[in-house]
């Protein structure tokens, strides 16, 4: 009788099963779409950012799989019982079950869902919002902001500065709306919205238009990163910040100084919470109100 090789039988039959794994997540994907909402989500999303000077994240067919077939899960199967958080998943699924705990170390439960659900090459970060009637998008994201756990992820404060978010994922129903973070670009070129046109999943680029020269009085509470004593050397300086997402950089010219401006603020209470939001990499900026020469800055 010949003998079967078992090693190499198991090697053939462990790549038959992820080829057909791979072609079941594809095909998952083919007739995928994100509802209106979930777009205005994704667009919120970004708009806040904005507000905070940072780029904007390109929208991601894979992760926004994820979000979805996670709310399914949490609306259908209750994996979030006891002490296990809605991050938690049942074992009701094509992947890996987990409780989820406040107190747990293991992040990979999360962490992994990407590769397990999609092609996404990366790993992925979750927030999740819920109510008791109908999530919508603007309240989610006013819930978020609210939040420091959430707004952390949203504007690369604190733990998260380091990360670099090259993707977006978003899904809404009942009473969910969750969002996924990635690092990775999505290999999905495209996500369709449901009924309406596909948006290309491409990086948001800042364009440097150059900083703007304020010299008049403006009576504007303005976050100085900087002090120069030439236009020259605060416009080079200027412009690396402009590139790292500070779009509204300004160089103010006064007391024959020049001072670089990351953002400028209607009242001082404004000035000061986003000072509070900044990277710790800017942690040595100050508030200057831009007033009469003999105004004094506010440390």
């Known amino acids: 009788m010949k003998k079967i090789n078992f090693s190499l039988l198991t090697v053939f039959l462990?790549?038959?099963?992820?080829?057909?794994?791979?072609?079941?997540?594809?095909?998952?994907?083919?007739?995928?779409?994100?509802?209106?909402?979930?777009?205005?989500?994704?667009?919120?999303v970004n708009d806040y950012r904005k507000t905070v000077n940072l780029p904007g994240i390109p929208l991601s067919k894979s992760l926004s799989k994820v979000a979805k077939t996670h709310i399914a899960d949490l609306i259908q199967n209750k994996p979030d019982t006891n002490t296990c958080s809605f991050h938690s998943w049942s074992n009701k699924g094509n992947w890996q079950a987990c409780c989820f705990t406040k107190e747990s170390k293991d992040k990979l439960c999360m962490q992994t869902k990407p590769k397990?659900?999609?092609?996404?090459?990366?790993?992925?970060?979750?927030?999740?919002?819920?109510?008791?009637?109908?999530?919508?998008?603007?309240?989610?994201?006013?819930?978020?902001?609210?939040?420091?756990?959430?707004?952390?992820?949203?504007?690369?404060?604190k733990e998260w500065e380091n990360y670099n978010w090259g993707a977006l994922g978003v899904g809404i129903e009942g009473g969910f709306a969750i969002i996924w973070f990635g690092e990775e670009t999505d290999p999905e070129k495209e996500t369709p919205v449901c009924g309406g046109e596909s948006i290309v999943n491409q990086p948001i680029v800042?364009?440097?238009?150059?900083?703007?020269?304020?010299?008049?009085?403006?009576?504007?509470?303005?976050?100085?990163?900087?002090?120069?004593?030439?236009?020259?050397?605060?416009?080079?300086?200027?412009?690396?910040?402009?590139?790292?997402?500070?779009?509204?950089?300004?160089?103010?010219?006064?007391d024959d100084k020049f001072r670089i401006s990351l953002?400028?603020?209607?009242s001082k209470e404004l000035a000061v919470q986003a000072k509070k939001e900044l990277p710790t990499r800017y942690k040595d900026a100050w508030i200057m109100p831009h007033l009469e020469p003999n105004e004094t800055s506010l440390k």
């Open 206 to 254: 800042v364009q440097d238009i150059g900083p703007q020269i304020v010299s008049e009085s403006t009576g504007r509470f303005y976050l100085i990163i900087g002090n120069y004593s030439t236009m020259n050397g605060a416009k080079a300086v200027a412009s690396k910040y402009v590139k790292e997402g500070f779009t509204k950089t300004k160089i103010i010219s006064k």
């Open 14 to 44: 462990s790549s038959l099963c992820l080829s057909i794994i791979s072609y079941a997540q594809q095909d998952s994907l083919n007739e995928f779409c994100i509802s209106p909402e979930e777009y205005k989500l994704f667009n919120l």
């Open 263 to 266: 953002n400028d603020y209607a």
């Open 116 to 157: 397990e659900l999609t092609g996404y090459p990366g790993k992925g970060y979750e927030i999740v919002y819920w109510e008791s009637r109908e999530a919508s998008a603007e309240r989610a994201i006013g819930q978020w902001k609210e939040t420091l756990a959430a707004r952390s992820v949203l504007t690369n404060f």
